[in-house]
């Protein structure tokens, strides 16, 4: 028994070591790769630089961060206070046999590959922004409503585990004052999980600046800084998809370059919700 139990712990810490193995050597992989441009062109000229013309040996990302910032802020904007809405019905307004009925269809959201909310969006959102708010209909907005149905897993699953965790004694406590079953999730439940709810946020944020097929099939991907949320955008993940088929030299380092951009972004916001679930843990 013993033994066996030994064999156990090898066969995890194994599984362990390689998952942190792995994201190491691609961390390598990535600097190793694409730090050579930055330092050549300059880590500021790299990042803010607002053309993007690599036969010219032109290497600016500017317009591309800007892209992915305005579709990740865009899909927050769309999905945050429908996930929360949904989080809230499902963990407070419902009770738990219509819950479970409901819940399948936004697990089926998070199973749908990328490529299908793309191919929607491109033969359903695209037409209908370019015959109600003219323009081409591929857009900062087409990519945001896309980007914003996308992340809803990821926010109503966290913020309903999260609301679900309150202690049961806040809510009675509240009602037993005379609150009334809003007020009390308004001033009791969603204060209390507030924490699980940012966390969730914030990885819905993470989930939509990585996102890259269907961002790529509605988006227009136009290396240019967008003036309206109507214009064509690029994001720093489309740029490197798009481009990486055919780059060579420094064309090639400077994709990768924009991985580590994309990578070191990530990472910060990854951070921030390991803090916040960590600060969520302690708190209970």
Do not use: C
């Amino acid at each position: 028994m013993p033994k066996k139990k030994s064999a156990i712990e090898m066969i995890l810490f194994l599984a362990a070591a390689i998952s942190v193995v792995s994201v190491l050597l691609i961390t390598i992989f990535i600097f190793k790769e694409g730090f050579a441009i930055i330092k050549e062109y300059g880590l500021w000229n790299f990042i803010l630089g607002r053309k993007w013309a690599p036969l010219s040996g032109k290497f600016g990302i500017f317009p591309m961060i800007l892209g992915s910032i305005y579709v990740t802020l865009g899909a927050i904007i769309i999905g945050v206070p429908i996930g929360i809405a949904t989080a809230i019905f499902l963990g407070e307004l419902v009770n738990e046999k219509i819950s479970r009925l409901i819940r399948p269809f936004v697990e089926l959201l998070a199973g749908i590959p990328s490529v299908i909310y793309g191919f929607y969006g491109l033969v359903v959102v695209v037409p209908l922004i370019r015959k109600f708010l003219g323009g081409s209909g591929f857009s900062i907005l087409a990519s945001s409503i896309i980007l914003g149905i996308m992340i809803l897993p990821t926010i109503i699953n966290i913020s309903e585990v999260s609301i679900r965790s309150v202690p049961r004694e806040y809510k009675e406590g509240s009602l037993a004052l005379g609150a009334t079953h809003w007020q009390t999730i308004k001033g009791v439940i969603l204060p209390a999980a507030k924490s699980g709810i940012i966390a969730s946020i914030i990885l819905g944020m993470g989930r939509a600046i990585g996102e890259t097929m269907a961002v790529i099939m509605v988006a227009g991907n136009s290396p240019k800084i967008p003036n309206s949320i109507l214009d064509q955008v690029r994001t720093l993940t489309g740029n490197i998809a798009i481009e990486m088929g055919y780059a060579s030299g420094k064309h090639a380092q400077a994709l990768f370059a924009t991985g580590i951009v994309l990578f070191v972004i990530i990472m910060i916001l990854n951070t921030i919700a390991n803090v916040i679930a960590r600060k969520v843990g302690e708190e209970r």
